[in-house]
């Protein structure tokens, strides 16, 4: 089966900035995008009141969907799913089995962080996959030469999608940065729990560790992913961080609502 990208999309500007960037994405993982858009309108739906959904009819959503999928380089299947985003979310990954599920994140700016309610952690929770969160301001919609992926220092595996994440490094010839926010793990260590996953066994370049100190890991994470030195952010979220009901407030949740730069989530088994 050919790769493919799971592309959200309500028509707005962080979907659209987030489009731009799969696209690219695409190019060079020779993948196509299955664009979906979700027609929110059960009564019970609690962003309905907020005017943050878009009230499009179903013919205006085909057309919608028929001018974006027309304008785009790569190919495109466009699917319209109906109800909860994270529910229409798992049923297109369990038809599609995308490579990524990638979406982009409204400006969250003067919103207090316990009232942020984001989709991307909706979707997490329901369905722990792969995921690219695009910020709505990203400075550039090139694929990525530059990631850092943050790491605890324990020990993690990807699972099933540990090959779709080491061919995604692989195709993008990015060179990797493993980031470790100072605590009693040693530097090595950190390398180590990366290279036991073998996502970065066929990188041409040598993978690079950094060690910073912060008063939390979040914060650590953060003030080093600054788009002048890298293009992306991947964070390693464990399963225990999606059954709290605190995860708002995990280091996941943080960096995917505050990073200046697209993250990348992948799910420790």
């Not at 399963?239 to 989530?265: C, D, I, N, Y």
């Amino acid at each position: 089966m050919a790769t493919s990208l799971l592309i959200l999309t309500d028509f707005f500007q962080a979907a659209n900035r987030a489009l731009d960037y799969a696209t690219n994405l695409a190019e060079p993982l020779k993948a196509r995008l299955v664009l979906l858009h979700v027609r929110r309108n059960s009564v019970i739906d609690p962003e309905m009141f907020t005017g943050e959904l878009s009230n499009l009819s179903k013919e205006a959503i085909a057309l919608a969907l028929h001018s974006v999928a027309g304008n785009l380089s790569v190919p495109v299947v466009a699917e319209v799913g109906h109800g909860r985003v994270a529910s229409a979310v798992a049923d297109a990954v369990s038809r599609h089995h995308p490579a990524l599920i990638v979406l982009g994140r409204p400006n969250y700016d003067g919103t207090p962080d316990e009232l942020v309610q984001t989709t991307s952690l909706d979707i997490l929770r329901t369905t722990p996959y792969p995921m690219l969160v695009v910020p709505h301001a990203v400075a550039s919609t090139a694929p990525p030469r530059r990631i850092l992926l943050a790491v605890d220092g324990e020990p993690f595996t990807l699972g099933e999608y540990t090959g779709a994440a080491r061919q995604l490094l692989t195709d993008l010839g990015a060179e990797l940065t493993v980031l470790h926010v100072a605590n009693d793990t040693a530097e090595t260590e950190a390398l180590d729990t990366v290279l036991r996953t073998g996502l970065a066994t066929d990188l041409q370049a040598m993978v690079r560790v950094r060690t910073v100190a912060a008063s939390t890991p979040a914060e650590g994470i953060l003030a080093t992913a600054q788009p002048t030195d890298f293009d992306l952010v991947v964070v390693i979220a464990r399963q225990h961080s999606f059954l709290g009901k605190l995860f708002h407030r995990s280091v996941t949740a943080q960096v995917l609502v505050h990073s200046t730069v697209p993250v990348l989530v992948l799910t420790a088994k």
